[in-house]
């Protein structure tokens, strides 16, 4: 394990390295069925790491998790409505990708801050809100969270919340719901691979040797999601997820 910290030019105590491993932890959370626990992964690995070599980072993670997902609810997938968002979420991947490409790592991280704020703001919306939000069945519609789901995937895989949100407001059942978006991210973080490794040059062999550390966690918290999905009430953690990554974002900012 130091080899590897070495070689990425990384210094990690015990707790820093709890902290990582309880994030790597919640997103497997998160690709179980509990949308929006991962989000404060955005923002800590992102503090550590920095912006476009965090991203890279966590990449493994959500492949890993995209295909626990999908060995699970590979029967509750909905096609037809990953054919109406996928276009455009090509087109907002492409826009992703080149501003990591041109922009200055401090400049992406605020770009990534401002998505995860917004991010929050839809959870917050959800959580608080007195009605839901019941988007048409128009191709606008679906366009509009297909873009907005590959644009915030490439700056900083912060596209659960907005992926939630938009999977949510079609009233979508929970199965449903949790094995169309796994696929959808499954297909999209696949495409990220070439990006982050021959574009920007952020996806190399050391930085996997330190993703494959953590992906015990994410399988823990995979299965450990599966256990309370259906049994716990996972508002007010949910609200706990919320304040956290706001303070862990606001962070961002100042780094």
Request: aromatic share 10%; proline share 4%.
């Amino acid at each position: 394990m130091l080899d590897i910290l070495n070689d990425l030019s990384i210094n990690l105590r015990g707790a820093d390295f709890v902290l990582l491993a309880s994030c790597a932890a919640l997103l497997g959370l998160d690709k179980a069925g509990l949308r929006g626990t991962s989000i404060i992964t955005v923002p800590v690995f992102a503090s550590y790491f920095g912006g476009r070599q965090s991203a890279s980072i966590v990449l493994p993670f959500l492949l890993t998790g995209d295909i626990l997902a999908l060995l699970v609810y590979r029967e509750k997938i909905q096609l037809s409505l990953l054919k109406k968002m996928l276009p455009l979420a090509l087109v907002g991947m492409a826009v992703g990708m080149i501003l990591g490409n041109v922009v200055s790592d401090t400049v992406f991280r605020m770009i990534m801050a401002c998505i995860v704020l917004f991010c929050l703001f839809l959870m917050a919306l959800k959580e608080f809100g007195q009605k839901d939000i019941v988007l048409p069945d128009h191709w606008a519609a679906h366009g509009a969270g297909g873009f907005l789901g590959g644009l915030s995937t490439m700056i900083g895989n912060a596209a659960g919340p907005i992926m939630a949100a938009y999977l949510l407001s079609l009233n979508l059942p929970k199965a449903v719901f949790i094995g169309t978006g796994a696929l959808f991210f499954f297909i999209v973080n696949t495409i990220k691979i070439p990006v982050h490794g021959a574009v920007w040059g952020t996806l190399t062999l050391d930085s996997l040797k330190f993703s494959v550390l953590f992906l015990p966690f994410i399988a823990g918290g995979f299965f450990l999601g599966l256990k309370i999905v259906k049994r716990i009430p996972d508002r007010p953690f949910r609200i706990f997820i919320i304040a956290a990554t706001l303070v862990g974002t606001v962070r961002l900012f100042f780094i």
